[in-house]
């Protein structure tokens, strides 16, 4: 019944009888009734504590507004959910192009949303509504809270806030936070009695700001701008306190220099972004509450016929808690989520699971009973009193953390109670695991056995013949930055899988995800890692280029070129030429990478590289300045210009041969010619305008 659904019409609100409504929600997301969508989880939470909410999901931002229009004005404020993805990630691969689809909108069209809807959506509203409260959340606006880098217009942007004109961000998991705020101004409070709130940012008159000793100030954003290394210094104070138990308030003024990074008892003369400290981890009862509300787990009525690729890939799938401890640099989860678990009772996720299995599609296989980690379910501090006074953003790094608890077997509980479901043939964990959790070794013996039952039931029940993890490198350099385990965990683990394998009678495989590029990753790195990887058999599928996505660690090297906690010089490689070079040694196995022939018009700056181990040795890079005439090589006669893409001698332990790769202009196709090396030479030498690298 579409009453079952939140409203997205004046229509729908009719027949609910609403005449009014308090809340109205903007997403930059199809409206998938779903624990997994931000706009459905904030509105259902929105209905239970019983207030009126619609929403517009990805309005129209051209034209009349009239979807902006449509149900009229709030009684208590907008809330604009961007999506549950940056729009710029979602929309852009890390080389800037366009992706094949939007995962969340309908028939993956990438025409719903604008880039930064945050922004569009709030300044429509703004101009159509200036007297409403406009409120921020969803992960764009949460990963914007603070100055940031912004890879896809490479400059460094304000708190989000200074940019939309909305008047509040609720940064994080937006439940508690987003009923304070309903809760503050049906009460009829002024926004500006509303700043005491938990996990809001708001931007104040200086002078309005009272400074205490357990405030921390932060660089102005005008002297990030000016200063890389004030940026970096920030950002260790941002990360730090999203991590911690209970974390102190951060004040950015937007202008002016030098500011002390704690001033006590005094004001501050320029406008300030404040962020309040978060609401400490949701308990076991408030993430039930979350997931217990009535969603219909399907898209709404009006996508009937309409794939959303995201609904597609999650339909099947439970989640069973928030949060991860990893504190990898490259990730955004714990400064979103924090790194404190927050776990569903068995009960709750029962309740979900049996759910699933009535959809009508269902076939008796669960895609994954998962999480940010796959196995840090019901993993906490021994001490949580130290927990509550640590601020390290990693529980992993550089090492398992002694107070930390590794016992898996709540989960294993879990899945068994899940697989014991008549309806349930398999369930699959389609998350990432933490294999480095599974080798840890504890002084609880009772923990080590739950990590060695967990890793061969997980092994031999919860995959379909493959299991990806994400070592992610195998440079301990490049892995320190990363904040990953030693490379040296991967061969542990993959002696463990091949051996449990081999005891069930299972020819499963394991298969790692490596990314390129990452903040202190040089070339000679890459070249190890296609080396060992080489030899342990991989031919690489699963890997990809570091994206900077806003306020992570690694994309605070990327851009300022310093690590945030030691402030000492990183380098990265930042060109698409120097990441081009690093990438192409995933594929040491292609004659030619595809991404060279599309990207790579000059190789004159590519370093000569020598793989020992690899069955192609790329002997050297051939490159034309200019278009060469077609008589000068015998063969390829067409009349047609052509430009010498690349060359490289195919070698086992000899040279035997040179392949010349050929490319029409325009590209109409590629064309291949082998010749013996000295005939290559012999070419080469006659054409005169080559280079040899
Ligand atoms: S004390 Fe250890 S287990 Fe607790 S939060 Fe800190 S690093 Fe994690």
């Known amino acids: 019944m579409l009453t079952d659904f939140l409203p997205t019409t004046k229509k729908e609100c009719e027949l609910r009888g609403w005449t009014e409504l308090d809340v109205i929600l903007f997403s930059g997301d199809a409206y998938v009734d779903h624990p997994s969508f931000g706009a459905a989880v904030i509105g259902r939470t929105l209905e239970a504590a019983g207030y009126r909410v619609a929403i517009v999901p990805q309005p129209d931002w051209h034209g009349d507004y009239r979807d902006f229009k449509k149900l009229g004005r709030p009684r208590l404020f907008f809330g604009i959910s961007p999506g549950a993805m940056d729009s710029m990630v979602n929309k852009y691969t890390a080389n800037r192009r366009l992706r094949s689809e939007d995962a969340y909108s309908p028939d993956g069209r990438h025409d719903c949303r604008p880039e930064y809807p945050t922004i569009v959506y709030t300044k429509i509203l703004k101009q159509l509504f200036p007297d409403v409260p406009v409120i921020l959340g969803g992960i764009e606006a949460s990963l914007r809270r603070v100055t940031h880098y912004d890879y896809w217009s490479d400059s460094l942007r304000p708190c989000i806030l200074c940019e939309s004109g909305a008047d509040m961000i609720t940064y994080g998991m937006g439940e508690k936070v987003t009923l304070a ?53 920030n950002f260790r104070h941002v990360e730090e306190e999203s991590n911690k138990y209970y974390a102190q308030r951060l004040i950015q003024p937007l202008e002016g220099d030098n500011y002390q990074l704690s001033l006590v008892n005094c004001q501050l003369s320029t406008p300030c972004v404040v962020i309040n400290p978060p609401y400490p981890p949701m308990t076991t009862a408030e993430i039930d509450a979350s997931f217990d509300l009535p969603y219909q787990r399907v898209p ?173 490198h195998t440079s301990d350099t490049v892995l320190n930055y990363m904040r990953k385990p030693s490379f040296q965990l991967f061969y542990d683990f993959k002696r463990i899988f091949d051996r449990i394998n081999k005891e069930e009678g299972l020819r499963q495989q394991l298969i790692p995800y490596f990314i390129s590029s990452h903040p202190g990753c040089r070339e000679k790195d890459m070249a190890q890692l296609a080396d060992l990887t080489k030899k342990m058999g991989y031919k690489l599928e699963q890997v990809q280029d570091f994206t900077p996505t806003p306020m992570t660690t690694a994309t605070e090297m990327f851009y300022t070129g310093y690590d945030p906690y030691t402030l000492e010089p990183v380098f990265t490689a930042k060109t698409q030429k120097e990441k081009l070079a690093q990438r192409q040694y995933f594929f040491w196995y292609k004659d030619a990478p595809q991404s060279s022939r599309k990207e790579s018009h000059s190789r004159r700056e590519q370093p000569s590289r020598k793989d020992a181990s690899s069955h192609k040795k790329v002997i050297g890079m051939v490159y034309f300045t200019r278009t060469f005439s077609p008589f000068c090589i015998p063969g390829i006669h067409f009349g047609i210009p052509v430009m010498m893409r690349s060359a490289s001698a195919s070698n086992d332990g000899k040279m035997e041969r040179t392949i010349l790769t050929f490319e029409m202009l325009p590209s109409f196709s590629t064309i291949k010619l082998a010749i013996t090396r000295p005939s290559f030479f012999a070419s080469c030498a006659s054409l005169g305008y080559f280079m040899f690298s």
């Open 181 to 233: 705020i309903a809760k503050a101004l049906s009460e009829g409070k002024q926004l500006s009695e509303l700043r005491d709130i938990p996990q809001i940012v708001y931007l104040a008159p200086g002078s309005e700001l009272t400074i205490t000793p357990d405030d921390i100030v932060l660089h102005s954003h005008e002297q990030c701008l000016r200063d890389k290394r004030a940026q970096a210094e």
């Open 300 to 472: 709404h009525p009006k996508y009937k016929g309409k794939r959303i690729p995201a609904y597609e890939m999650i339909k099947f799938s439970v989640n069973l808690h928030r949060g991860c401890f990893g504190g990898c640099a490259f990730c955004t989860i714990s400064a979103h989520q924090g790194k404190f678990i927050a776990c569903r009772s068995k009960e709750s996720i029962l309740r979900e699971v049996k759910q699933v299995v009535k959809l009508p599609d269902f076939k008796g296989y669960l895609s994954d009973l998962g999480g940010p980690s796959a196995n840090m379910y019901g993993m906490h501090g021994k001490n949580l009193k130290a927990c509550e006074a640590c601020k390290k953003p990693s529980c992993l790094h550089p090492r398992v953390c002694p107070n930390l608890m590794t016992d898996h077997s709540a989960l294993l509980d879990i899945y068994h109670a899940v697989d014991a479901l008549p309806e349930v043939k398999k369930s699959f964990i389609g998350s990432g695991v933490r294999y480095d959790l599974l080798l840890h070794h504890s002084d609880d013996e009772k923990s080590n056995e739950s990590a060695r039952q967990y890793t061969r039931e997980l092994i031999t029940r919860h995959i379909s013949g493959r299991l990806k993890v994400a070592p992610e």
